[in-house]
């Protein structure tokens, strides 16, 4: 349910606060006026279903949207929408980032507190806000009166009544229309260049040198210009080193510092530009670091960086990131029995061969996985030679860089059935780069493509084909119940016996920490591993 202050500002109320940043054309279209809001950052930090950030897109500005929505049904609506929410409790708030305008829609009872919470995070700009007008006109309260103090040294205020009696949820509470102009003192990102005035800036052509006075001034001037220049490029040299030096650990190892720096639009903008990058990059290295990753199946992983890359905004603070890995550590269980279908769902797609259909079931459409498993290209072996180099020279085999995520959660896979410690796991890819590694340079000819691990017989091909055989036969049966339990394939009385059968065993968490063993130290506190 949402909240029960959720109102949704209505499409006029939204156009008079956006009144001012806008202009109309003779065809009735409205657009951002080119001197208010183009180039700028906004915040919306009551976002609710986003319906002001809706009008603010279709004026189709070239600006950066961010949001702020504590209701988590909110925030998946926004999430759908594409809006990048940067925090759940703006009253808690205390990010990164540099905004050009808040615009706000906060509850009424606590408005005062939303309000002064935005003038407190704004560097310099503009606030437009709704305020239940009762905050502005009784000021009995210590923030009621420092409100009306900032309101009237810097802003104006228009009593615009009941403006939400006809609104998707309606109330008849009176509404005043708040405006604030913030000018800082001196801005973050604010530079002036004194010592060459702009309209000493040399113009040199032909008739320069007839005069010896203008010579004198050009010339001075220009030796003045690059003598700054070097100045400043030696202060871009030791910014550029300092930003080297403070990345370190929190960027891939070959990740490109300079795309993230290198950004377009005004100051704000590029500066709220590189906390995105950067903070996709960091929480990257958290999985790493915090070895969370290890819970994480590729799908899983898929998801994870695919929101942060379409977000890129989640603030890199220690609640969040104990949040992660509790979410993750706590759901271990269900991760894994997902996985479980994500595995059948590798094993079946590659190749018709690998799906067995069950006799005694209606449908075709259903199946298991053969015992003995086809997979294309999962290994590596004369790439970009020529038959006659490969001849000549031979080649080594290599695992297939792009499944190796799924050569884990395979055997993640089955280390969670049996209950094994994934980490003392001998792995497919154990397995395979070893016996690359004695087979060497393979040439033509015969030679031994077959090894073992944990749970499977292979067999490798130089045509890049994998084979993979169940070493267990009570595990292969197995893992076909499980993933047909998962897909909703087995008929009621299969499922019923199974789930029965399931329930006089350890539980599916109590399974997951035996092969994934608890570190207490994620739960304590001490999330990053040392020595």
Known sequence: MFD?????????IIKKMLAPYIVES????????????????????SAGSGSICDVIRELKGFNELYCIEKNPELVHILHDKDYKVIANDFLEYSGDYLFDLIIMNPPFSNGDEHLLKAWEILESGDIVCLLNSETINNPYTQ??????????????????????ENAERKTDVNVSLVRLHKKAEEKKLHFEFKNVSREKFFTLDENTFQ????????????ILQYDKLKEYYVQYLKAFDGLNFYSNGLLAQYTDLKKIIEQSGNNNSRYNKFCDGMKQEIWSIVLQKTNVEKYMTHTVRQNFHKFTKAQGCIDFTKENVFALVEMIFENRGQILEQAIADVFDIFTKYHPENREHIEGWKTNDKWKVNKKIILPRWVRYGEYMSQHDLKKFGDCFKTNYSYHSEYS???KVMCYITGNNFEACYSIYDALENKFRILGNVGSGVFDGTCESQFFKMRFFKKGTLHLEFKDEKLWEEFNIRACMGKNWLPEHEAEQYRNKKEKKQSDKDIAIKMLPEHTAFIQGELFKTG
Do not use: H, Q
């Open 4 to 12: 029960k202050e959720f109102f949704p500002t209505p499409e006029s």
């Open 26 to 45: 003779r065809r009735g279209f409205s657009r951002w006026s080119e001197e208010t809001l183009k180039d700028i950052t906004i915040l919306e930090p």
């Open 143 to 164: 923030l009621r009166k420092l409100l009306k103090t900032i309101i009237d040294e810097f802003g104006t205020t228009e009593d615009i009544g009941p403006c939400f």
């Open 211 to 222: 005069n010896e006075v203008a010579t004198r001034d050009v010339i001075g001037n220009m």
């Open 409 to 411: 959660d395979i055997d």
